[in-house]
């Protein structure tokens, strides 16, 4: 891939790029979340691997775009925007919100006959199947900040008084309404190898709602326990990374 536009510079963030990758990982952040929740990643994955963190609008230096409040539009821009990383083989991997909107896009991509990933991976988000849907996140900043601290995985600091707390209530109540409304159902699962990631100790997303994750593909399935909750301590993200490792060494060798 060449240059960055000003659009996919928006979008897309490569920590440690590597030119001469043979497969990229492109990560989906959490809700409220922005692409630096994978800046290390390029420090423990494989030369062959480069790591590509999509980063939703309204945050760190697309700070004065709107959110977006649905998920049709945000997937559908997404596979716009996505285009030029199809020059080599991909995979997805989401975190949280991020899982269900790799998901998303993975449909979207299937409707418009677009590449597929190799493989889609989901960390600490139930299944879709079994996902209530309603209407617009509407709670107060007072359940908001509790609900963050319930989660961990935010800074104290940021969660005090000021600007930086009003915006970041902004964004996480624009997310999680993307979530909250979404009422897509799968008319039929995607064809892809589908392996979820669930804390163990994760009262949002426990592992029995994450195994029904397994009837969103026809292909292979496999559910990991990472020891932990919500938000993967620095050794649980090693453990994903490593299974992610061995998956993606695997299907390149299959696919030659």
Known sequence: MGAYTDEQRRWFKRFGRRDASRT?????????????????????????VE?????????????????????????????????????????CY????????????????????????????????????????????????????????ELGGTPPEILGEGDLRTHLLSVLRADLTVLATDTFRARSPLDIPLRAFAGTADAESPPELMSPWQDETSASFSLDLIPGGHFFEPAGQRQVIAVLTGDLLRVERESS
């Not at 977006?68 to 030029?84: R, T």
């Open 51 to 91: 790591p590509v963190a999509v980063q939703l609008p309204g945050r760190l230096d697309s700070f004065g775009e709107a959110p977006y409040e649905s998920m049709d539009p945000l997937v559908h821009k997404l596979a716009e925007v996505i285009k030029p990383f199809f020059d080599q083989p991909f995979a």
């Open 94 to 149: 989401g975190a949280s919100m991020g899982a269900r909107v790799a998901w998303r896009l993975g449909h979207v991509l299937r409707e418009r006959g677009m590449p597929l990933p190799r493989a889609l991976y989901v960390a600490s988000n139930i299944a879709p199947s079994v996902a209530s849907s309603g209407q617009e996140w509407n709670q107060s900043d007072e359940r908001l900040i509790e609900y963050m601290r």
């Open 24 to 48: 990229r990982l492109l990560c989906f952040h959490c809700a409220g979340g922005n692409a630096m929740m994978f800046r290390q990643w390029h420090r423990w994955l494989p030369a062959f």
